[in-house]
């Protein structure tokens, strides 16, 4: 099915663009029209005050039309970033508006005369803006109530590069649309800076001073004020100083949070040199008491790894950190919703080392209520390094440790069994491996960050954990609800699978047979024949040795051939009392693998009664050998089972992994017997072949083939059953999350309600837009409620029967409306 979209949409896109070709002269002429005067060309007055000739347009007006100096100048001073041309002769050349005469004033009559004469003027001011970078005249207010002139800039929405002696700004507009782009694109400062410079002479003739670290400062300065006012730092009458360490983080609404999305009696349920401007207050820890620690700790030897060859730990103390500042990044996550947590970002001196991931574990946990821990082993006899703010008192609380899923099967066997997901209850289908997904999103921004100082670098790396985390919470409505379609569906099939496991009746065959015995033989019975040959058709299928074997084995292997063949030859003399037709059939037989008189004896025909159909001979011989085939079927089984379960220790155990294709060979053996006999001796038909066990699909979405769904089968060590629990826990585990991400936005509604009204002693301007700006964050948040409610409805409102929902979804059959349409497709991420 996605293949004929992709196709469709294929073919969609080379007809769009063929029929397009048609029209693109049309659009290159079009194009030359600009570079023109257009309509203009019969007139040669402005065309705003028809007196004057009109020689100029702008760029950026829409349908800007050729009018004189004095009428672009005055349609301008509200726009003084736009570019301008001038028709000199037979084309257009770049001009400017200042030197057109445009003097920006600032102050409250803006773009006026002041009523007083200007205190300070500047002729040489620089504005970077998102259609490049302009030369300004600024006059700044002089009256008596004129603010200073940074918030005169400020008041424009001009972001200043210093606050004293002011040469240059940048508008919000572009720092914003460069704030978005580093994002997602992870454009750096530079690339973006000189794509402006392009935009504003992309011949390279027109030479000014280059204001590319200016810029820079400003960004930072600007993204670290966003962060201020997101958080509702601008709000609090305290002001930003009273900022708390990580209060500036944007948390995880799905994750129990102790006052927000939690009722107030939780607890009593059931248990289940550059400086950096933020100090702590977003991602990164404070970077104070985290160099004390390390300082203080820092010549003691790194812990070696005694269950596996973990290269990031045993070689950190080998990685050369001369001449910088960090070696890499440390971060803890939110293993169930991939989100960074506060104060849990900081910088590695000598790769992974305990002392630095310890400090911040230990830093996020302060800020949470986690009573699930996925971390190291020791970690409590390190903790007493720490200080003793960051010490948890885990005596008081019930503590996990597990160890992340992809990352389980390079450690010891003891490490698998004790730190596994999949051995836990609670923790639904988990996986632990957040921390590792986070990396390709700002592994790009290396290219930025590395030539940064150790201050912005940090301020830079917190406003994309800030941003990340934003974006997880906006696509919450849509990732929680996928997950919980597939988590329903596999609960449901699940269930049905082990509703089947538990009613499966295998008819019980008769110990013994009804009629006399019939003995050909003083010594061997008719069963007694069956069961030696089955024995001999097992040892038949020894293992070949390849092409490359030394005399030794050549030595070995005929040995066992030579033994084998003369158990065969006395089984057969007991063979033709029971058996006389197969006297004649051995005498003329030649097996199909033999290439010349001598055969193996692994390829001699032994001619059970399966193998010889329905001949003159006691028909008694028939059911002995269905008897015995059965039970070997069953033994086959067994060990091909005991096989599988090894699968995952492949390099360990190598040489048991090699008896899976002979046990899977006597199976086959088996089945070809037991259907020939089903059909002679009249049993039913009810033999079905092996599903092919290397086809097995990825962790928690596995099927249970039949052979494991027999009668008398234990699969509990196979993980099937903890991955059944462990659906219906995830289904339950979602369902309690979205509960928690509607009650955290409706506590984070009420919070932005009550910001608007904390500050009071500000200037009736400052006031509104603080109201206003809690009031559009409220109106955020309770549109998510609105917009989340609606695509969670059918999974909030009803909880389906396992039974009924697994009948539908094995049938085929359509959904009722009463339960959720898990076959919908989920919208689009945003």
């Not at 992709?6 to 030359?32: G, H, K, P, Q």
């Not at 020791?378 to 609380?397: F, G, Q």
Request: hydrophobic share 40%.
């Amino acid at each position: 099915m996605n293949s004929t979209i992709v196709v469709v949409t294929v073919r969609v896109v080379v007809m769009a663009v063929a029929v397009w070709i048609d029209y693109r002269e049309l659009f290159l002429l079009e194009m030359l029209h600009h570079d023109g005067r257009g309509d203009d060309i019969s007139s040669t007055f402005c065309n705003t005050c028809g007196i004057t000739v009109g020689s100029y347009h702008c760029k950026d007006c829409f349908m800007s039309k050729l009018s004189c100096q004095t009428c672009i100048v005055g349609t301008h001073a509200y726009s003084p970033a736009h570019r301008v041309e001038k028709w000199i002769s037979e084309c257009f050349q770049n001009v400017t508006l200042k030197d057109l005469g445009l003097r920006v004033q600032l102050g409250h009559k803006v773009g006026k005369s002041c009523l007083l004469p200007s205190r300070a003027f500047n002729d040489d001011f620089i504005l970077i803006d998102t259609l490049g970078i302009h030369p300004m005249a600024v006059d700044f207010c002089g009256c008596d109530r004129a603010q200073s002139h940074t918030e005169q800039l400020l008041h424009v929405g001009w972001f200043p590069a210093t606050t004293s002696d002011l040469r240059t700004a940048a508008t919000f507009c572009v720092l914003q649309q460069f704030h978005v782009l580093s994002f997602k694109s992870k454009i750096s400062a530079y690339e973006f800076y000189h794509s402006l410079v392009h935009m504003t002479d992309n011949t390279g003739l027109l030479k000014r001073r280059d204001r590319y670290k200016v810029f820079m400062r400003m960004a930072h300065e600007f993204w670290h004020v966003k962060m201020l006012k997101r958080a509702g730092r601008g709000h609090d009458p305290s002001g930003i100083i009273a900022t708390q360490q990580g209060e500036c983080a944007v948390l995880c609404p799905a994750c129990p949070q102790p006052g927000k999305n939690l009722p107030d009696d939780w607890e009593l349920a059931p248990k289940g040199k550059d400086p950096s401007l933020s100090r702590g207050w977003g991602y990164f820890i404070n970077e104070t008491e985290y160099k004390t620690h390390l300082t203080n700790q820092g010549m003691e030897a790194q812990e070696k790894s005694t269950c596996a060859s973990h290269n990031a730990v045993n070689m950190a103390e080998s990685k050369s950190s001369k001449g910088l500042a960090a070696t890499g990044l440390g971060t803890i996550d939110c293993a169930r919703h991939n989100m960074k947590l506060p104060n849990s970002v900081g910088d590695l001196q000598k790769g992974e080392r305990y002392i630095n991931m310890d400090f911040l574990f230990f830093s996020t946990l302060r800020h949470c209520s986690l009573k699930v821990l996925n971390w190291h082993k020791n970690l409590w006899a390190r903790m007493a390094t720490l200080p003793e703010d960051y010490r948890l008192d885990h005596a008081i609380k019930t503590v996990w440790f597990f160890m992340p899923k992809f990352h389980l099967p390079a450690h010891i066997a003891k490490c698998q069994m004790t730190f596994s997901f999949n051995w836990s209850h609670w923790v639904g289908h988990t996986d632990g491996e957040a921390p590792e997904q986070g990396w390709s999103n700002i592994n790009p921004v290396a290219s930025s960050t590395k030539e940064m100082g150790p201050g912005c670098r940090r301020d830079t790396l917190d406003d994309h954990s800030g941003d990340w985390n934003w974006k997880k919470v906006v696509n919450l409505g849509v990732s929680l609800l996928c997950k919980t379609k597939e988590a329903m569906l596999e609960k449901a099939a699940f269930h049905a699978t082990f509703k089947e496991l538990d009613a499966a009746i295998t008819e019980e065959l008769p110990h013994s047979l009804e009629g006399r015995d019939v003995s050909l033989h003083l010594e061997v019975l008719p069963s007694i024949l069956i069961g030696l040959g089955l024995d001999l058709e097992e040892e038949q299928f020894m293992k070949g040795l390849g092409n490359h074997i030394t005399d030794t084995q050549k030595g070995n292997l005929l040995c066992q051939r030579n033994g084998l063949n003369r158990k065969i030859e006395s089984w057969q003399m007991m063979q033709v009392l029971y058996m006389p037709v197969v006297h004649g059939m051995l005498s003329t037989s030649i097996s199909p693998s033999s290439n010349s008189g001598i055969e193996n004896a692994e390829d001699l025909w032994l001619l059970l009664p399966s193998a010889i159909g329905n001949r003159p001979y006691h028909n008694r011989l028939q059911l002995y050998e269905w008897e015995l085939r059965l039970a070997q079927a069953h033994n086959a089984l067994e060990e091909l089972r005991q096989c599988l379960r090894i699968r995952s220790s492949l390099l360990t155990y190598k040489k048991d992994w090699n008896a899976l294709e002979p046990c899977t060979a006597r199976y086959h053996a088996s089945w070809e017997a037991l259907n020939t006999l089903a059909r002679e001796c009249g049993k039913p038909d009810n033999i079905r072949p092996l599903i092919d066990p290397d086809i097995l699909p990825r962790q928690g979405r596995r099927k249970l083939m039949w052979i494991w769904r027999m009668h008398g089968v234990d699969s509990s060590g196979d993980g099937t059953d903890e991955d059944g629990e462990h659906w219906a826990e995830e289904v339950e585990l979602l369902h309690e999350e979205m509960c928690h991400v509607l009650q955290f936005f409706q506590w984070q509604a009420t919070w932005w309600d009550m910001q608007g009204h904390r500050r009071v002693e500000e200037d009736t301007g400052c006031l509104e837009g603080i109201r206003a700006y809690a009031a559009k964050k409220a109106k955020i948040h309770r549109a998510f409620i609105d917009h989340f409610q609606i695509l969670w409805s059918p999974f909030l409102s009803s909880s389906p029967d396992a039974v009924a929902l697994s009948n539908i979804v094995l049938s085929g059959a359509d959904h009722p409306a009463d339960l959720p349409d898990l076959s919908a497709p989920c919208p689009p991420e945003i």
